[in-house]
């Protein structure tokens, strides 16, 4: 795949997922962010700390990506990210799977909560300027906390399908994440303007 570019709000951190690049980088945006809001120094390992876990959590999902919101607001820590990875368009068997958004639309499920406060999700396609349609869902899932363990987090999620151009078999997916509930329809709006942003380069 050529490489993709992506923009998100100022006040975002983006850094290098990989292990080898990881701490040096966490290191010099921190110090950054704190000369620039010096009210942030009570928070520097806080802050540190919070981001090495989503760097770590967005390598072993295998993410090629990862930009980050982490800030206090009132008093309310508000946390959300959201990855880039390149997927197989593959199932289970190694059976090839269509890269066609409305193919993958159709594929995934809604789910339906039957009361206040269950996960829900749903089902779309988005059109993507000068990139094409994608297969998108959005709602409020239980993800797994990590590969291997079954506690679920509850998390905002919005997910688009993105085929690679020039390829049967490859789907990028951008994917935008929070455990901030309340705010959810805040955070979809926020996932769907930063992946409107995104292009093949």
Not at 124 to 135: D, F, K, S, Y
Request: aromatic letters at 6%; hydrophobic letters at 40%; one cysteine or more.
């Amino acid at each position: 795949m050529s490489s993709f570019s992506l923009a998100v709000p100022e006040s975002w951190w983006e850094f290098d997922v990989r292990p080898e690049g990881r701490e040096a980088t966490i290191r010099t945006l921190v110090d950054e962010r704190v000369r620039d809001m010096p009210e942030l120094a009570p928070y520097r390992a806080d802050v540190s700390a919070m981001l090495r876990k989503m760097a770590k959590d967005a390598h072993d999902s295998g993410a090629l990506y990862l930009g980050c919101m982490a800030e206090n607001f009132d008093g309310i820590p508000l946390s959300a990210t959201l990855t880039v990875s390149v997927l197989g368009a593959k199932n289970k068997q190694g059976v090839a799977l269509s890269t066609d958004p409305r193919a993958i639309a159709d594929s995934l499920r809604t789910i339906t909560p039957r009361r206040e406060g269950d996960a829900w999700r749903k089902v779309t396609t988005v059109e993507i300027p000068e990139v094409g349609l994608g297969a998108r869902t959005y709602g409020v899932e239980d993800v797994p906390v990590s590969q291997g363990d079954s506690r679920t987090l509850r998390m905002v999620l919005t997910q688009t399908y993105v085929p690679v151009p020039g390829t049967t078999d490859q789907l990028v997916l951008v994917s935008g994440a929070s455990p901030v509930l309340d705010l959810a329809e805040a955070f979809h709006d926020i996932f769907d303007a930063v992946t409107s942003t995104f292009r093949f380069i």
